[in-house]
C-alpha cells in the first residue's frame, strides 16, 4: 500500500498504482484491502481527481505521514462542503481517524458521510462505522448499520464489486457471534419465516461468485460450514490462505468457525457432526456450549 501511494503522489491513481491497489485488494489485510478496494472504483477516482489537496493528502496517509493527511483531509472536507469531494474527503478522513486510534472522533465525519451519500461511499462508511460501534460494544447498533452498508455495498446498488464482500464477511461475523445481541436477526426471522442460521448464512452467501477484485478468505470459510451440503474442503483452504498471511488472520478464522459451529451443527447428521468434530480438533477449538 505505501508503493501505491508513492505512485498517486507522483502519477495519480493510474498505471503502477493501480496494479499495487489490486494485489492489495485480493489479499487478507481487514483494512487496507478494503480501502484499496475502494480506490480502484470509477466514483472514487473521478471524486478524487477533483482536487489535488486529495490526492496529496491521500499519499500523504499511505506514505506514513498521517499528521499531513489530516490536515488535508480537513481542509478539502470545508473548501468542498457539501460536494461528493468534500464527502470523499470526510470519508478518508474518518477512516484515518479510525485507524490513528483515534474511534470517538471518526464517528461524526464516518456517520455524516453514511447519511449524506449513498452506493459505494455510503457503504464504506457503515463498514468503518460498524467497526466503531462493535469496539464499543454498541452491537445492535452495529448491526443496523453494517445491514444497510451490506446493502449499499452491493453490485446492484453501486454498481461495483470490491467492497461488498468485506462489507459482507464483517456483518456476518457480528451475526454469527453476537446472534443475540442484533435484533435484525430475529425481525428477519419473523418477516421472512426462515431459520437463524440462513440469517446468518446470507452474508457470506451473497458474494460467493462475485469476488474478482477482492477474495477475503472468510467468506469461503463462512459459507461452505453451513448445510445443503457442508464442504470442508473450502474451510480448510481458507484457513491454510489465512495462515500464510499472518496468526491474526488465521485466529480470525478459527473464531469465526467457533461462532458458526453452533449455527450449523445438526446430531441428525453423523457425517456434520464427524465433519466439524474433526475440524474443531485440528484447529484446538473448544467444545462450543
Known sequence: MALAG???GEDGLDGSC?????QVAGGEDPWLGPLAAVMLAPDFQSSLDSDRMLVRSLAAQLTGDRDAARRGFEQVADVHEGTGT???ARLLLGNLLLQSGDQAAALEPLRYVRKTCDGLFAGYAGFLEGHVLIGQDEKNEA???LDYAHGEAHPATCGYKGLHPWVAVRFGELLAGDTSAVDLVYDQMEDSGVSEGVVIREPFESVLHRKEISRPALIDIGFHLFPYPAEYEPVHAGLERLKTWSDERY?????????LHVHVEDSRDEGRTRGLAELREKLDLPEPR
Open 251 to 259: 485466529e480470525r478464522g478459527r473464531r469465526l468457525v467457533l461462532a
Open 143 to 145: 448491526g443496523n448499520v
Open 86 to 88: 468534500g464527502d470523499l
Open 6 to 8: 508513492i505512485e498517486l
Open 18 to 22: 493501480v496494479a499495487w491497489l489490486e
